[in-house]
């Protein structure tokens, strides 16, 4: 079955400083995978998506992610993080019939 | 350009009573409408999805029931509300056949007392 594991509950960061968001999956066959980032009390918004072909997608907001197909890792990540980008961030993966399956998310907190 | 709308944005609903949350897209035709809830502020649980007017599938036995009387309409009801149904709910579509990339509204907050 498909399934996606962020592992960390929470990340912290500086302002200024890169930041990584760790997104990992389990698939058959080829992944469809898709980032979303929600604000508080919104609903969510798509940032970047991994279909097929270059492995760095680059996506809204200045945020890229890299598809790694060995490590079966689909991680988000920005050069410069902005105190804007707090928000909680959501992984998933096309699960079959075109649903998505959400991993937990992971709240970012960048501090001044 | 598509746009997805919600509503209501709010509800405060006593136990017992009954629900109904309306979501509409335009823009597209044929679209793929889903119903998410997501509680405690985390985890999104897919409750329904629907590939066509009066097409609707069920992820999880529970308490509401989801309607698509028009194809850009798609309605999440409950005859008799339970404590545990309150959540922040998503409406989400997809173009039907080329599209897959899932867009969500703004959600609607039911609190149910």
């Known amino acids: 079955a498909q399934s996606v594991a962020q592992p960390e509950d929470q990340v912290n960061v500086a302002e200024g400083n890169p930041l990584t968001v760790k997104c990992t999956y389990s698939?058959?066959?080829?992944?469809?995978l898709f980032w979303y980032v929600q604000y508080p009390n919104r609903g969510l918004q798509f940032l970047l998506k991994y279909i097929t072909g270059d492995n760095l997608v680059k996506g809204s907001y200045g945020f890229e992610a890299e598809f790694n197909k060995s490590q079966t890792s689909f991680h988000l990540k920005k050069p410069s993080a902005l105190v804007s980008d707090s928000a909680l961030y959501f992984c998933a993966v096309h699960g079959g019939y075109n649903k998505l399956i959400f991993g937990a998310g992971t709240r970012l907190a960048v501090h001044p | 350009s598509q746009t997805i709308h919600q509503w209501p944005a709010t509800l405060v609903q006593p136990v017992g009573s009954p629900l109904s949350l309306e979501c509409t897209v335009e823009g597209t035709s044929n679209p793929n409408l889903y119903w998410y809830r997501q509680a405690a502020g985390r985890g999104l649980q897919l409750l329904f999805y629907s590939v066509g007017i009066g097409q609707i599938s069920s992820e999880v036995p529970q308490n509401l029931s989801a309607s698509r009387p028009q194809d850009r309409q798609f309605i999440l009801s409950s005859k008799k509300l339970l404590l545990s149904d309150s959540g922040f709910y998503l409406c989400?579509?997809?173009?039907?056949?080329?599209?897959?990339?899932?867009?969500f509204g703004e959600g609607s907050w039911l609190t149910v007392v």
């Open positions: 698939v058959s066959g080829n992944p469809y």
């Open positions: 989400a579509w997809k173009e039907g056949i080329s599209g897959n990339t899932i867009y």
